[in-house]
């Protein structure tokens, strides 16, 4: 392989969010491996790390005119995009959703005079929210056809876009992967500081708690549990809790559930949990239940949407809405811990063979020097 650095810009939404991490974790391993690599967003990514070497953050500002009815993102972003890929020679600019980070890259390619290529990365809502939106569907389908390379996350995000979305041009799946950093605490710290008892079976749920993530039936699987009395459900959420505040007085949990708010120390949590809880009515692929399988706990989910390909064929799945179903799953983990432990080995196994950060991270830098390469080719052809 070639191995002459490259210059990447990576445009990705700051928050807690499965994109946001992705394009953060990508970009730390692409800088790892000797690239230099430029974010771009409105806030600082919440696990970026600028004190690494090669890795630079620039903040576009808000454009709050009078003349606008609300505040503008998309164009200071292509402008910030366009005058650092003037500036540094971006070979390529790395879209994480297609609206407005691809959208706005198609405009920086085209108003700098440095014409990185794009590639663009859909997470999930680009196609089953906006993509449905006739508002946004146009400017997804044209960011797509003027991206020179468009991946997703799983195979089923791949069809559902197909499904969703008038695009026929080449469609790369590129799964997420994840890189643990070594938890900062040991488990016993974790459950001290969190009142989890010894004998009581610590379910996870990591999310950013919007409609999809199904709360409301992630409380009604723990109050449907046999077991709730031995269990706690740590919730790290990305959105405060207080929607579900009088749902979990009503069903009675208040004193099952832990929650923290924005914690970007996910690694400490996972290790101290038993096992991971998660009720989306879709994912494209679920980065949280990568993140808690990696650790080798065991997770209970829904058959929905890309978490059959992060789990693996053999891994046990329950058809959405039925809570009963996952209330007995998580009642077998409470019970037998050898088989809650042969789960979680099964999945950890799965999911360091097919999503470890080597197998992905080289599969970007090899579309990117693809990318980069036809972009050079394009460039002679028109000299
Ligand atoms: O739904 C979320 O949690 C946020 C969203 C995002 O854009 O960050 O997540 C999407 O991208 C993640 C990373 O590829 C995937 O793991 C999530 O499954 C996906 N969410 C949906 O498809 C609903």
Do not use: W
């Amino acid at each position: 392989m070639n191995n002459e650095p490259l210059r990447i810009g990576i445009a990705c939404f700051p928050l807690i969010g499965g994109s946001g991490i992705l394009a953060t974790a990508l970009g730390s391993e692409l800088a790892r491996r000797g690239h230099e690599v430029h974010f771009f967003s409105y806030a600082r990514p919440v696990r970026l790390d600028t004190a690494e070497a090669r890795l630079h953050f620039h903040l576009v500002e808000l454009a709050h005119h009078p003349l606008f009815p609300c505040p503008d993102y998309t164009l200071p972003l292509a402008v910030k995009m366009a005058e650092v890929a003037s500036t540094v020679s971006l070979d390529i600019i790395h879209a994480h959703y297609a609206v407005p980070n691809a959208m706005a890259a198609v405009l920086a390619a085209q108003m700098s005079g440095a014409s990185p290529g794009i590639v663009t990365t859909l997470h999930g809502t680009d196609t089953n929210l906006l993509g449905q939106d006739p508002a946004y569907r146009m400017a997804i389908e044209y960011a797509l056809g003027q991206s020179d390379a468009v991946t997703v996350v799983s195979k089923s995000l791949e069809e559902q876009t197909r499904e969703t979305l008038n695009v026929s041009r080449a469609i790369e799946v590129i799964p997420n992967f994840f890189t643990p950093r070594p938890a900062s605490r040991t488990r016993e710290e974790v459950r001290t500081e969190l009142g989890a008892g010894d004998g009581e079976f610590l379910i996870l749920h990591m999310s950013n708690m919007r409609s999809g993530k199904r709360i409301d039936l992630l409380l009604q699987t723990l109050a449907a549990m046999r077991t709730r009395d031995r269990t706690r459900l740590l919730i790290l959420a990305g959105e405060p809790i207080q929607p579900y505040a009088e749902m979990i007085d009503r069903l009675g949990l208040k004193k099952q559930i832990i929650v923290r708010e924005n914690e970007p120390a996910v690694e400490d949590f996972i290790s101290a949990a038993d096992a991971g809880l998660y009720t989306s009515d879709y994912e494209s692929f679920g980065l949280s239940i990568l993140e808690t399988l990696y650790f080798g706990k065991p997770i209970v989910a829904f058959d929905v949407g890309g978490i059959p390909e992060v789990v693996g064929n053999a891994y046990p799945l329950y058809p959405f809405p039925n809570v009963t179903a996952l209330a007995s799953a998580m009642d077998k983990l409470v019970e037998s811990p050898d088989y809650a432990r042969s789960l979680g080995e099964q999945g950890r196994k799965h999911v360091v063979e097919k999503f470890s950060a080597d197998i992905i991270v080289d599969r970007y830098e090899t579309l990117y020097r693809r990318v980069k390469d036809k972009n050079r080719e394009g460039k002679a052809l028109q000299r």
